[in-house]
């Protein structure tokens, strides 16, 4: 039978009363103002499956249900009725329905263009308020999980290309059914196939609404869910952040709050490396702790709410200074303009060097510990490999979960590297082990990973190699800054990281402006806070030279480099004043 396990659950919050409101008279009176009332006939399609960029509609007379085709037979997962509207997160998202809107009645509706959706969205605070509050509410929406579900991804639970699917789906809070193939209670695979056309060959499949995907990428998904950026070429943005982390996250925050017209790309999707830690404990104002990716999904509905658009996956691949802004160049070859840019790109993982490592990626080698991944190996032995927080969230996480963990680390102990309230909490866990002077030296299983083969140092200098049982292996082994797309114009430390303010060296600096023309060229330490050796392009968070590497930090630097981007615009006059 499917599992709905991997579908989000329902918020505090998600009550009838907020997933579903009722308009107020003077409300209705008010989003008169804004758009078009149309009358339709029972039966009447009002918004098809697969649409982006449909119209908010606000039911003023009958009912309209909301249709879900998944099923054999279609059902209706909620009817509205008089000053009840549709719609959820996707009219801010952009991405395509999943569901379909029809008339159940004769109706009279107002329908109001995105445009002048965004444009209500920020004059009419408090139903602003009221709307966004039931579009996070519907995300949530139990009725849309299960066999019911809009959108069903099928494979291996062994498979990387599964999981990566499935860890799209779960970051973007995509109501979804996941059917596992392998799963003891699952179905006969050909004949449950067989109802999409397709063989077990060619799993993982992604069933929408108006498709069936055969070994989708999830670039290719989400481009069909239409998440990816469609640009203009008549289309500059005030402001570009480079990077959907923490620290991008808040500049987004901060800029569209600010009145700067934002737009937030990202190669993989809202989180960063902070959205895939099973729990921070030191973030201020969460006592509890948090998980990174509950963090970053609030922090992104935040900045949607506030008017910033948020694209993945979207991948840089170039940065050209233009004499009206930049100009920049994505994977696709397509182009988007910018007065101003900032660069939270973050950093990519290290790899450990063993063969095999590529084909077991996503199959038992992970890279993060959310729910995601410690379910595929709950209750069995893991390897944690690494002595900085990451892993020791990691190694706590998992050891929660029932598997005896092993950190395997190169130094002697954790206390160079781990904060001490991780170090306590794994000294007292009787389920993790802590080796030192300790590598891992092979990969064993076939498909799946089975085994790893750690090598440990002893007082006197000798080697012993074990092969240990692991059905996964987390690495957290440090990362490199993703800054290969900013030459030849970002100034770069030895390492790769980018140089900001006072760092940049002051010929790096007139190389770089040399090249914009009639931008303006601060000297020395005119240079603003956050700024790179390109005058208008700011750094923040794990990419920048100089950086905590905490995601309280990035937050702030993404925050503060805000007003550094209100000033070059002021100096360059291309934008609005300088706000305080």
Request: hydrophobic share 40%; glycine share 10%; proline share 6%.
């Amino acid at each position: 039978m499917p599992s709905s396990a991997d579908s989000p659950t329902l918020s505090q919050t998600g009550s009838a009363t907020i997933n579903d409101p009722v308009l107020s008279a003077d409300q209705l009176r008010r989003l008169g103002s804004y758009g078009e009332v149309e009358s339709v006939r029972s039966g009447e399609v009002i918004v098809p499956e697969g649409q982006a960029g449909y119209d908010f509609v606000v039911v003023l007379d009958g009912e309209v249900a909301i249709i879900s085709t998944s099923a054999d037979t279609p059902t209706t997962v909620i009817s509205h009725g008089r000053g009840h509207f549709l719609g959820g997160l996707s009219l801010l998202t952009g991405e395509r329905t999943l569901l379909a809107a029809r008339a159940a009645t004769d109706s009279s509706i107002l329908r109001i263009s995105p445009a002048r959706f965004r444009d209500m969205m920020a004059s009419e605070t408090d139903m602003a308020d009221l709307i966004f509050a039931a579009f996070v509410a519907r995300r949530n929406e139990p009725m849309l999980r299960g066999s019911g579900a809009p959108l069903k991804i099928i494979g291996s639970s062994m498979s990387g290309a599964t999981l990566a699917l499935r860890s799209f789906a779960r970051r973007q809070r995509l109501a979804h059914d996941w059917i596992d193939l392998d799963a003891p209670n699952t179905d006969e695979p050909d004949v449950l196939l067989a109802r999409y056309g397709m063989r077990p060959a060619d799993a993982p499949i992604v069933v929408t609404p108006t498709a069936v995907l055969c070994h989708p990428t999830v670039g290719e998904l989400a481009h069909h869910l239409g998440f990816t950026f469609e640009p203009s070429t008549t289309d500059t943005v005030d402001l570009l952040i480079v990077g959907a982390g923490p620290g991008g996250l808040a500049a987004a925050v901060y800029g569209a709050s600010e009145g700067l017209s934002t737009l937030v790309l990202d190669a993989v999707g809202p989180g960063g490396q902070a959205g895939t830690s099973s729990r921070i404990e030191n973030y201020f104002g969460f006592p509890a702790g948090i998980s990174g990716g509950e963090l970053v999904e609030q922090g992104a509905l935040q900045a949607m709410r506030l008017g910033a658009r948020i694209a993945m996956p979207c991948t840089v691949m170039r940065l050209e200074p233009r004499p009206d802004g930049f100009r920049l160049v994505l994977h696709d070859d397509a182009e988007v303009y910018a007065r101003a840019v900032i660069i939270a790109a973050g950093v990519q993982y290290r790899k450990l060097p063993l063969e095999r490592l590529e084909a077991l990626e996503g199959a038992g080698v992970y890279y993060a510990a959310t729910d995601l991944e410690a379910r595929q190996c709950t209750g069995e032995p893991v390897v944690v490999i690494g002595g900085g927080n990451s892993a020791g969230q990691a190694a706590i996480h998992l050891a929660g979960r029932g598997s005896p963990v092993t950190i395997a680390i190169r130094g002697h102990d954790l206390s160079a590297s781990m904060s001490h309230y991780l170090i306590d909490r794994i000294v007292t866990s009787p389920l993790i082990e802590v080796r030192p002077h300790t590598e891992v030296t092979d990969l064993h299983g076939d498909g799946h990973l089975e085994a790893v083969s750690l090598r440990t140092m002893s007082d006197d200098g000798s080697f012993t190699t074990i092969e240990q049982p692991c059905a996964g292996l987390f690495s957290f082994i440090g990362a490199v800054p993703f800054t290969d797309w900013l030459d030849p114009y970002i100034a770069l430390d030895t390492h790769g990281f980018v140089l900001t303010g006072r760092d940049v060296a002051d010929a790096s600096s007139a190389a770089a402006t040399a090249t914009l023309g009639t931008a303006y060229e601060p000297a020395g330490t005119d240079r603003l806070p956050f700024e790179t050796s390109l005058p208008g392009v700011f750094a923040i968070g794990d990419v920048r030279h100089g950086s905590m590497k905490r995601v309280a930090a990035a937050v702030g630097e993404g925050s503060s480099a805000v007003h550094s981007v209100h000033e070059h615009l002021r100096r360059a006059s291309v934008g609005p004043p300088l706000t305080t």
